[in-house]
Nanobody, 125 residues
Framework: QVQLVESGGGSVQAGGSLRLSCSGF?????????MAWFRQGPGQEREGVAA???????SYADSVKGRFTVSKEYAKNTLSLQMATLKPEDTAMYFC??????????????????WGPGTQVPVSS
């Protein structure tokens, strides 16, 4: 059974780092075509942040390139998002997602079957 749950969120100051984790995949990481992170800031629409394909290739939103790193932790069967040099505009609820089906647009939320409830990341200036 797939029940995604995020952890690692919390308040952080601008310039700081944070690592989010997502567990509860049920299937092993290589079973998923794509695993991804999305976020939704206050008054904003949900946006794709980072995604990782079955073959390990990654996609990032322009706003986080060079600062965020998505990875699969095979031993723990988890998905991680390492966030560095955080900015106030990174403040959002962060969600992990996964798809057992082929995905054409990795940073589009409509492509994913499974979602976690989210974890809050407030970044203060």
């Amino acid at each position: 059974q797939v029940q995604l749950v995020e952890s690692g969120g919390g308040s952080v100051q601008a310039g700081g780092s944070l690592r989010l984790s997502c567990s509860g995949f049920g299937y092993r990481p290589h079973s998923y075509y794509y695993m991804a992170w999305f976020r939704q800031g206050p008054g904003q629409e949900r946006e794709g942040v980072a995604a990782i394909a079955r073959d390990g290739s990654t996609s990032y939103a322009d706003s986080v390139k060079g600062r965020f790193t998505v990875s699969k932790e095979y031993a723990k069967n988890t998905l991680s998002l390492q966030m560095a040099t955080l900015k106030p505009e990174d403040t959002a609820m962060y969600f992990c997602a996964a798809s057992l089906n082929a995905v054409r647009r990795p940073l589009s939320g409509s492509q994913y079957n499974y979602w976690g409830p989210g974890t809050q990341v407030p970044v203060s200036s």
